[in-house]
């Protein structure tokens, strides 16, 4: 496990000399030390990137020479998926076998990136028919510069991936900054990086708090992009930092994401969804179906098997064989859960499953798979992203009045509806006001399609073609071509 900075491909210490602990979720015990990087840390990574970027080779090789590079990378994810996925739990707390799953997506994200980079050699430039035969025109897609990526906690490898991979891959430089709750699989991407033969300062890595070294990431004059997956909070905070220089900026928030369970629906398969859609990852999924809708004349039957079932999920820590449900990523996020739920209960709502600690789990930050129903549609807990395993139910008359429960958020980021009906189902995936939307299933997420939200849950969109996009810039190139004199000025 690392203990320094990766910066301009090599590892050194924090010119402060600061370390934050790393707390294991499950256990509470700290059993490792992180780098805290300042500004003056960070200033130095910039300055790195800006080199490796103006005067390097990175963003002037070609799609595919940059291709070998992630498809190194994506192999050696691979190699150490064992390794990295077991550390991932450690410091993040989610069981093996979602960790594990995370890695593989990880080197999918490397490998499909590098397929675009391939991609964009075969189509450098687009020729543009004017309506002057007397002019060409070309638009050629370059990299954007130096790109400042800040990610969370809940998947840490993974999002990282989901921005180095297309930022890399569109020849961009990048300044990495990860949640300083999970930073340790992060810091193993340096590693690769530099086993991979990187050149020097096309990738940097710095940990530490947001205020010390977020912060003047957003800042910094010589950053010319921001991609940033977190809080609302934090990324309101970005997007103003953004703005003083005119940065381009995108950012994948938060959401309060509505499940509508139509009364046709196979009860099983509801809820199976509804549990995969809020108690995956305990919860702590930005796009986490928190919100479940279920048609009246079903909503008793679709209750009771949900309550049924949450109460079988077998919770402990994530190395533990048979664990589905680990523990939550720190003290202050335990008690904030705890903390909502308890404002549920005052505002009306009646606890029909968990709401506690688990019985026999007296360390680590467990919660039990919490239901809560019977709260107004104005209450906090309805309203707001709790980021736990909790999920608020309520009853629905009709189509009309589920759509119109569902879009009652200033969040957009995902939305799901389950029906035998599927010209139905179709219908009201497209009443929704969301960037992703599932129909008979919540959260299967795949490299290949666009990933953002509407509203308040973000700016811009991540995966697919789409996240490519956000790391190049469009230029025009128009040339005039005629043998006749313009003749404005001389006749």
């Known amino acids: 496990m690392q203990t320094r900075l990766f910066i301009d491909g090599e590892w050194v210490a924090p010119l402060l000399g600061g370390t934050l602990p790393v707390v294991d979720p499950a256990t509470e015990a700290v059993f490792h030390h992180i780098p805290a990087a300042s500004a003056d840390d960070v200033d130095l990574a910039v300055r790195a990137a800006r080199r490796a970027f103006d005067e390097g080779t990175w963003p002037r090789m070609t799609g595919g020479q940059r291709a070998r590079f992630l498809r190194a990378i994506a192999d050696k994810v691979r190699e150490k998926k064992d390794f990295l996925a077991r550390l991932e739990v450690r410091d993040n707390g989610k069981p093996f076998p979602e960790a594990s799953w995370d890695m593989d997506d990880v080197a999918g994200c490397f490998d499909f990136y590098a397929g675009l980079a391939e991609e964009q050699d075969n189509n450098p430039e687009e020729a543009i028919p004017l309506g002057d035969a007397r002019f060409d025109c070309k638009v050629v897609k370059e990299p954007l510069g130096v790109v400042g990526a800040i990610t969370p906690w809940n998947y840490p490898l993974l999002m990282v991936a989901w921005k180095v991979a297309p930022a890399l891959a569109a020849g961009c430089t990048v300044v990495l900054k990860p949640s300083e709750l999970a930073s340790l699989t992060t ?9 991979t033969g990187l050149p020097a300062g096309v990738l940097n890595i710095v940990t530490g708090l947001g205020s010390d070294a977020g912060q003047p990431i957003t800042e910094h004059p010589l950053v010319d992009k921001l991609a940033f997956t977190g809080s609302v909070a934090t990324g309101r905070k970005v997007m103003i930092a953004g703005a003083q220089d005119i940065k381009n900026v995108s950012l994948e928030l938060g959401g309060k994401s509505p499940f509508v369970v139509f009364a046709d629906s196979d009860i099983e398969k509801a809820v199976e969804w509804i549990m995969f859609g809020i108690f995956w990852n305990q919860g702590q999924v930005c796009s986490a179906t928190s919100r479940v809708l279920i048609e009246e004349s079903a909503y008793d039957r679709v209750l009771a098997r949900l309550v049924e079932e949450s109460r079988k999920i077998r919770i402990g820590n994530g190395l533990d064989e048979g664990t ?7 003290r202050g996020q335990h008690d904030k859960i705890l903390a909502a739920i308890e404002r549920g209960r005052e505002e009306g709502a009646t606890v029909a499953a968990g709401g506690r600690r688990p019985d026999g789990l007296s360390h680590g930050y467990f919660i039990e798979p919490t239901i809560l129903t019977g709260m107004g549609e104005d209450a906090w807990v ?5 980021f736990g395993p909790v999920v608020c139910v ?3 008359r009709d189509e009309a009045d589920a759509i119109r429960m569902a ?7 995902a939305a799901a509806v389950m029906s035998k009906d599927r010209a139905r189902a179709e219908r009201v995936a497209r009443a929704f006001r969301a960037g992703i939307v599932w129909i008979n299933c919540s ?7 666009p990933w953002g939200g509407y509203k308040q849950s973000g700016v811009g969109r991540e995966l697919g073609r789409w996240g490519f996009e956000n790391y190049l810039e469009t230029k025009q190139i128009t040339g005039f071509s005629s043998d006749e004199p313009w003749g404005w000025y001389i006749k």
């Open 187 to 195: 810091l193993e991407l340096g590693v690769i990086a530099e086993e």
């Open 407 to 413: 879009n009652d958020s200033k969040y957009g980021l």
């Open 382 to 386: 309805w309203k707001e992203e709790i």
């Open 394 to 396: 309520k009853p629905f």
């Open 324 to 330: 589905l449900l680990g523990p939550i990523i720190s």
């Open 443 to 449: 959260q299967p997420t795949f490299t290949d399609a």
